[in-house]
């Protein structure tokens, strides 16, 4: 199927860590929520209005083929509970849509920078997943592609409310901007807390690796805006944009301190990392996901010289899905526990120097 290479393909552009303050912004993504005029939202639509929904946006490809050639369109309904997973795991569809495939489609670009969700929460969903902090980038590409499918589709748009969707929040701009942050010095110097709370009262959520419902593990934050109604899409760029320097800048002097006042600590924390990570027989998702971030401290702060590109690639690899998938069978925790050690160790050959 012309998805083969979906799932085989381990590396997304994200996952390349490169990009502006790449040693603490880990992703930037923007997604757009559209909905289609005088159709119901997909949760009350029949197959009928959710095929329309697809006949449309396919037809707007037809017609703007030059944009649209290095993108392939996925139907979720053919792919297995554990394929789509996979998705979810390098954040290419949303938890929900991987469980709710009626009539549902990605399009996706060849380097999963770009996915476009069809008949998800809302009819059409653009996402942009740039690594580094490329907020302004991520958001031109998702405009211009929302300007191409505005030209051939009429929105379901209110000149008051702005555009429609089917989760209140979203509603105005639709727009949602998030970063993905690591935040190892805030945390070890027990600043985070505080600062989490800050965050809030300016209009920004947090949450953990995979959004809505998910912990934070490993030192890693999502931090989105709130509210979409009120301000411009370029305002709202803007705004956590500033909050991101000023994260960066705390994040940078904490680490700074900690390098200046416990050099050997840190260095021996990142030491015990790549140990345990090397040699580990067991380990579980979560022990991982800390010994990762320590040994990704060690390695943006000069103590350790690794390849933090394989620690990005670990990131998703690790997860339970794509661990199965390497095995092509179910794994209880138990076995994934062992496999993921097992798939670390093989990572690890050769690339500490």
């Given at each position: 199927?012309?998805?083969?290479?979906?799932?085989?393909?381990?590396?997304?552009?994200?996952?390349?860590?490169?990009?502006?303050?790449?040693?603490?912004?880990?992703?930037?993504?923007?997604?757009?929520?559209?909905?289609?005029?005088?159709?119901?939202?997909?949760?009350?639509?029949?197959?009928?209005?959710?095929?329309?929904?697809?006949?449309?946006?396919?037809?707007?490809?037809?017609?703007?083929?030059?944009?649209?050639?290095?993108?392939?369109?996925?139907?979720?309904?053919?792919?297995?509970?554990?394929?789509?997973?996979?998705?979810?795991?390098?954040?290419?569809?949303?938890?929900?849509?991987?469980?709710?495939?009626?009539?549902?489609?990605?399009?996706?670009?060849?380097?999963?920078?770009?996915?476009?969700?069809?008949?998800?929460?809302?009819?059409?969903?653009?996402?942009?997943?740039?690594?580094?902090?490329?907020?302004?980038?991520?958001?031109?590409?998702?405009?211009?592609?929302?300007?191409?499918?505005?030209?051939?589709?009429?929105?379901?748009?209110?000149?008051?409310?702005?555009?429609?969707?089917?989760?209140?929040?979203?509603?105005?701009?639709?727009?949602?901007?998030?970063?993905?942050?690591?935040?190892?010095?805030?945390?070890?110097?027990?600043?985070?807390?505080?600062?989490?709370?800050?965050?809030?009262q300016v209009g920004l959520v947090v949450r953990g690796l995979y959004g809505e419902g998910t912990e934070?593990?490993?030192?890693?934050?999502?931090?989105?805006?709130?509210?979409?109604?009120?301000?411009?899409?370029?305002?709202?760029?803007?705004?956590?944009?500033?909050?991101?320097?000023?994260?960066?800048?705390?994040?940078?002097?904490?680490?700074?301190?900690?390098?200046?006042?416990?050099?050997?600590?840190?260095?021996?924390?990142?030491?015990?990392?790549?140990?345990?990570?090397?040699?580990?027989?067991?380990?579980?998702?979560?022990?991982?996901?800390?010994?990762?971030?320590?040994?990704?401290?060690?390695?943006?702060?000069?103590?350790?010289?690794?390849?933090?590109?394989?620690?990005?690639?670990?990131?998703?690899?690790?997860?339970?899905?794509?661990?199965?998938?390497?095995?092509?069978?179910?794994?209880?925790?138990?076995?994934?526990?062992?496999?993921?050690?097992?798939?670390?160790?093989?990572?690890?050959?050769?690339?500490?120097?």
């Open positions: 199927m012309a998805q083969d290479k979906f799932w085989v393909k381990n590396l997304s552009k994200w996952m390349e860590g490169t990009g502006p303050d790449s040693e603490v912004v880990l992703t930037s993504r923007v997604r757009l929520a559209r909905n289609i005029k005088n159709i119901p939202f997909p949760y009350l639509a029949s197959d009928t209005q959710t095929q329309k929904i697809f006949n449309d946006v396919n037809r707007v490809v037809g017609n703007h083929k030059g944009e649209f050639k290095d993108f392939t369109f996925i139907k979720l309904e053919e792919m297995e509970s554990l394929e789509r997973q996979l998705c979810v795991e390098k954040h290419i569809i949303s938890p929900q849509m991987a469980k709710d495939v009626r009539n549902s489609f990605v399009l996706l670009r060849n380097d999963e920078a770009v996915s476009i969700m069809i008949n998800e929460e809302d009819h059409i969903r653009i996402q942009c997943l740039f690594p580094g902090l490329q907020l302004e980038g991520a958001w031109n590409l998702a405009d211009k592609i929302d300007d191409i499918m505005e030209s051939d589709l009429d929105y379901a748009f209110n000149e008051d409310r702005g555009y429609l969707t089917a989760c209140p929040t979203n509603v105005g701009t639709g727009i949602r901007v998030s970063l993905m942050m690591h935040l190892p010095g805030l945390v070890i110097t027990k600043q985070i807390n505080r600062i989490l709370s800050a965050l809030s934070v593990i490993g030192n890693i934050v999502q931090i989105s805006n709130q509210i979409t109604l009120g301000q411009s899409e370029k305002e709202i760029i803007r705004n956590l944009y500033a909050v991101a320097k000023q994260l960066i800048e705390q994040e940078e002097e904490a680490r700074q301190n900690l390098l200046n006042e416990s050099r050997e600590n840190l260095a021996d924390r990142a030491g015990r990392a790549l140990g345990i990570l090397s040699n580990a027989r067991i380990v579980s998702s979560q022990e991982a996901m800390q010994l990762l971030s320590d040994l990704r401290l060690g390695v943006d702060l000069g103590l350790i010289d690794f390849d933090s590109k394989i620690i990005n690639h670990l990131l998703v690899t690790i997860r339970p899905a794509h661990l199965q998938s390497m095995e092509r069978k179910e794994l209880d925790a138990y076995e994934r526990d062992v496999c993921r050690a097992t798939l670390i160790r093989e990572k690890f050959i050769g690339s500490s120097k």
